[in-house]
């Protein structure tokens, strides 16, 4: 294996660009012509608009355009679609209430877009979208989610009555009731998972340019899936031809779910470059994120958990109420429903489960998938609750977990999932040790001396991704397949170039990719070019969410470089005059086994090319092309362990340890899984301590700035000690399982649980923000 194979600890090739400035992001391009646009959004989370005058704002200096939701409709522009079909448990399909990108006769939270403004400048553009008038009648709004199934609730659209986008279940209801009612111990709690804001380095942008010459499209936009983007626009949003729109996502500023959905930015712009004749530029400011981009979790749940007299589940009862929103986004619906229900029997062997899922509209922003997509909801639920129950049962939580841990693969859970490899309790056993877990007793005793509280909360979760086999998430209700797609080019001087339709958003595909590539011909990873995030340069592909461009996309090049090295030993052998069987290839030249025999990976690339004695019948060139279908999902787990002091007289909660043990199989770059894990560790206990949207009961946001939206820092965070073992996946040729969701889906539980193991509670609110851990120990005796 070369230095720089699969394995290696490469630092990553894009970080110098990045780190000197050298990144070409959205708001960097800039196209002759070009404008600005500014929107104007509703100042009300739910109001009839009865007129809109924009005759001031056109009269402004630098004003192009000015352009309304009537204007859009007239030219046949759609509304925004969720892409995956639910239906509820007695057949009725999911309604999906009409999303218009520009609003025209009823906005329904704030920041709704209604009108938009181009002009010369950004600032011009700003202040005539302040100069536009528009009349609402306000009417009544509801946040929250259980309120809104109430019938004093306001109906937020026509299509769904009473609020109420679908009831959906899982599982066998009839088999958990008779679990729980057999049960020697039954684990009760409310489990309420707060919603965040993605709050991604780069803020969300677009510019649309029409180009009337040529009748064709062009978007650069900060998306993670720009083929998808281009398929959506085309198909559903009728703002271009799919052959006549060219759609770029360049350098994107991380994504974590929210830049996978179109949103109605991307459509304005392009519509509205073709109606004002010129090239229409918008970047959010940090408010617009804030008040636009789709959110994360906001579940409210109750949970019964089953135990024999020997402390094994029997049955586990899930009802989850999830809000998405005002409107359903791309993704939204498979959320709180196969991406969560299906991970309910998390580690653990569970012979009855049943879920129920009931998804509501609110006056607030649409919610979608955030890092982890409903399987940090479902660990969440399950870690608090079986933390819970070993607290009751007077048990160690560790030795409740293990005792109820799947040993056996593939093992069938009772709601869809089939684990095929796993070795849970190595995991465990890892971060206990790296935890120190035995020695904790004495390091609670030391704090209590110190007049601080100290505890120690753990997390074992399982995750499914790789997001999956095609025809499965189909059946589903999936409208799109999930495969992926990868072309390898060798250039006539050897260079190789990787085109893959997955994007990279800072996960280091620059590197990872060519590790594969170096491993398999002995290449430099220098000479290896991965190009990916532009609809006219790569073959069509699915884009990056749910942890899948290793286990799917990495998959789709291991077959596409399979085809150019059978392409490349026929060459060989036929140079070299020797039989395709003996030709090995080793350290960047094709050799003949046994002999001294070789050439130079280089000079075999120029006679593809050449095309002057290549084998009888053999087409010149040397490029291959493969799409890859997963069989299965891909099930990462692993064992956390946090550590917390508290100070009982700020309620000013540390985290004095972390510990992650992951399984993430193969590993291809361990600095790179590292960096991931510390990332996705980071965001989790952003969430469990400081991060909280908030509405006030009219719908306003009260949580819009970094002002009062509290971000991990990083004297908030300890040096994580993180390790993986390995259970190679068997699902692909690489056996790798995905890590960039890992480290958000283990965190908050481990640290909640920690947090009320110090204090000596069953439950505490996320964030559990000084103040909330202050009221707490003040309502607990000690």
């Not at 660009?17 to 391009?29: C, K, P």
């Not at 089953?306 to 939204?332: C, P, Q």
């Not at 309790?425 to 007793?441: K, T, V, W």
């Not at 601080?452 to 589903?476: D, H």
Request: proline fraction near 5%; include cysteine; charged fraction near 20%.
């Amino acid at each position: 294996m070369g230095i720089e194979g699969v394995g290696a600890r490469v630092a990553r090739k894009e970080d110098k660009r990045f780190i000197t400035g050298a990144g070409r992001y959205v708001d960097d391009m800039v196209v002759p012509g070009m404008k600005h646009a500014a929107f104007v959004r509703s100042p009300h989370a739910h109001a009839e608009i009865k007129k809109i005058d924009v005759k001031k704002a056109q009269a402004m200096p630098g004003v192009i355009g000015v352009l309304t939701g009537k204007e859009l409709k007239a030219d046949g522009i759609g509304n925004l679609i969720c892409g995956w079909m639910i239906h509820s448990k007695e057949g009725s399909p999911m309604k999906m209430g009409a999303w218009s990108p520009l609003a025209f006769d009823r906005v329904r939270y704030v920041g709704d877009a209604v009108v938009v403004v181009v002009a010369e400048t950004k600032g011009q553009a700003r202040d005539a979208a302040e100069a536009v008038d528009i009349t609402y009648e306000e009417l009544k709004a509801v946040v929250d989610a259980p309120k809104a199934l109430e019938r004093s609730a306001p109906q937020i659209h026509p299509e769904a009555d009473g609020n109420l986008i679908f009831d959906w279940e899982l599982g066998d209801s009839a088999a958990t009731n008779a679990a729980i009612k057999a049960a020697a111990h039954i684990t009760r709690m409310k489990i309420v998972n707060n919603r965040l804001v993605p709050n991604a380095m780069e803020p969300r942008a677009a510019l649309g340019h029409y180009d009337k010459a040529e009748d064709h499209y062009t978007c650069w936009t900060t998306s993670q899936n720009p083929h998808l983007a281009r398929l959506v626009m085309s198909a559903f949003y009728n703002v271009a031809p799919e052959n006549k729109l060219r759609v770029i996502a360049p350098d994107v500023g991380g994504g974590f779910g929210s830049k996978i959905y179109i949103y109605p930015e991307e459509i304005i712009c392009l519509w509205a470059s073709k109606k004002t004749g010129v090239p229409v530029k918008w970047v959010a400011d940090r408010t617009e994120s804030f008040l636009t981009d789709a959110h994360g979790r906001d579940h409210v749940s109750t949970v019964e958990m089953a135990f024999d007299k020997d402390n094994k589940i029997t049955g586990l009862k899930v009802d989850t109420i999830a809000n998405l929103g005002a409107y359903m986004s791309l993704f939204s619906s498979c959320v709180p429903t196969y991406l969560y229900a299906t991970l309910l029997s998390g580690q653990y062997d569970i012979p009855a489960i049943h879920a129920n899922v009931r998804a509501v509209y609110t006056n607030t922003a649409p919610v979608d998938a955030y890092r982890g997509a409903g399987r940090p909801e479902a660990t969440y639920l399950l870690e608090r609750t079986m933390e819970t129950a070993a607290r009751e049962l007077g048990v160690s939580p560790a030795e409740l977990r293990r005792k109820n841990f799947i040993t056996a693969f593939p093992h069938q859970t009772p709601v869809i999932m089939n684990y095929d490899a796993g070795d849970y309790a190595a995991s465990l056993d890892a971060a206990m040790a790296a935890a120190d877990y035995a020695g904790f007793a004495q390091r609670k005793a030391d704090a209590a001396n110190r007049g601080k509280l100290r505890g120690i909360g753990m997390s074992c979760y399982i995750e499914a991704c790789g997001l999956a086999p095609s025809a499965a998430v189909g059946s589903l209700g999936a409208g799109v397949g999930l495969w992926e797609s990868a072309e390898v080019r060798v250039n006539a001087a050897g260079t190789i170039e990787v085109l893959t339709g997955s994007h990279s958003h800072g996960q280091g595909h620059e590197t990872t990719f060519a590790q594969l590539v170096n491993q398999r011909f002995g290449v430099p990873i220098d000479s290896v070019s991965i190009v990916h995030g532009d609809t006219d340069k790569v073959q069509m592909g699915m884009g990056t969410y749910g942890s899948r461009s290793g286990a799917v996309g990495m998959s789709a090049v291991v077959k596409a470089l399979d085809k150019v090295e059978a392409k490349a030993k026929k060459i060989a052998a036929h140079l070299l005059e020797a039989d395709e069987g003996d030709i090995v290839i080793e350290n960047g030249a094709l050799k003949v086994a046994g002999t001294d025999k070789q050439v130079p990976w280089f000079q075999m690339a120029l006679a593809a090319y050449t095309a002057h004695n290549l084998p009888g019948g053999m087409e010149p060139g040397l490029k291959e092309t493969s799409f890859y279908d997963p069989s299965n999902f891909t099930f990462p787990a692993g064992c956390y362990v946090c550590e917390v002091e508290i100070d009982p007289e700020t309620g000013v909660t540390e985290v004095v340890q972390f510990v992650a043990a992951d399984d993430f199989g193969n590993i291809i770059n361990p600095m790179i899984v590292e960096g991931q894990v510390h990332g996705g560790v980071a965001q989790g206990i952003g969430q469990a301590l400081l991060e909280g949207t908030r509405y006030d009961a009219s719908g306003q946001l009260l949580t819009a700035s970094y002002m009062d939206y509290a971000m991990p820092r990083a004297d908030d965070l300890p040096s994580f000690k993180v390790s993986t073992s390995n259970t190679p996946c068997p699902g692909n040729p690489l056996g790798i399982k995905g890590c960039g969701e890992a480290g958000a889906i283990g965190s908050p539980p481990a640290v909640i649980n920690a947090i009320t193991d110090a204090i000596g509670i069953t439950d505490i609110a996320m964030p559990a923000s000084p103040s909330t851990v202050w009221a707490a120990i003040r309502g607990t005796k000690h």
